[in-house]
């Protein structure tokens, strides 16, 4: 069984080669270790597929990693890798990088709480370009860029009540703005970036506000080794982006209105634990209401993602 578990997960990565993260720049994807006994190491494994804007497909894989120096505390890290294909073109690179410290309380056996901090840095700064093969080479807008290309702190609290998850949490950016150069049309006064970016909006020296996020789960159906769960996901950006260029050696900064505010998740998940240590997972998320100017690369139709819990020792 455990075979055909591997191999369903490797055929998921190799045959849907695209995807990337979150719709909040990564607020949402923190994992929480499931085991923190003193010298555990666990890990998580995941593969995810997202429908970004103008029919881009965004596959991630990440590989997580938790270790628990002590009882109930975790250090842990996570690795991603995106690849990204759309109408204009195919791009690939890592993505944000994450480090953080989680900590468990076991109130009662009803009642849980799991804090979590972490900063997620890029490591991959630089903007990407489109060359054409006049070999002019122009910037490509935000959703073919596998990094926010800054720093973020995050803090999440996960309470956990019989059938009931609550995760509450914000992200907020340390580091701004970010080294994008894209410029639409739209912002300019001399019209000189190619047509086939018209649908896209200026991201170029790209500022965002901080995230704000609740999540709450229920469990509906659940087995000996089988639970489904849905719930919802509302994330408010608590304010409006703003970007920067020049255009004739004059400095720009404008707001991108209606990029703040609210969207809306519904989500699912199916869990199969198919031995004492180790989990399949399947979850999918799709927005019901959605930020009206998503400039920072972030919307998603649908985010969908398997992975697989396990320990190591």
Known sequence: ??????????????????????????????????SDTKSSLNYNYSVGLGLGEQSTLINTYKMSLFYSPIDNVTIFTSLPFSVISGGITNTNGVGDIDFGLQYSLIIDEDNSLKYSMSLKTSIDREAKHLVFPSGIADPLPMVYHPSLGNDNFIVVVDYQYQKYTISAGA?????????????????????????????YLTSAGLERTSDLMLRVIREL???????????????????????????????????????????????ADVNYKFSSTNTLSFSIGVPVITRTNQNDGLLRFFQSQISLTGSIF
Request: proline content about 4%; some cysteine; charged content about 20%.
């Open 1 to 34: 069984m455990r075979i055909c578990i591997l191999v369903l997960l490797i055929f998921f990565s190799f045959k849907i080669s695209y995807s990337q993260g979150c719709s909040d720049a990564g607020l949402c994807t923190i994992d929480m270790n499931h």
């Open 171 to 199: 992200l907020i950016p340390l580091s701004q703005p970010n080294n994008n150069k894209f410029v639409a049309n739209s912002d300019l006064e001399v019209k000189t970036t190619p047509l086939i970016f018209d649908e």
């Open 221 to 267: 159906y659940q087995t000996k080794d089988i639970t489904f769960s849905a719930g919802i996901n509302p994330i408010f950006r608590t304010g409006n982006n703003k970007v920067s260029f020049q255009e004739n050696g004059i400095d720009k900064i404008l707001e991108i209105e209606k990029s703040g505010g609210l969207t809306l998740n519904l989500l």
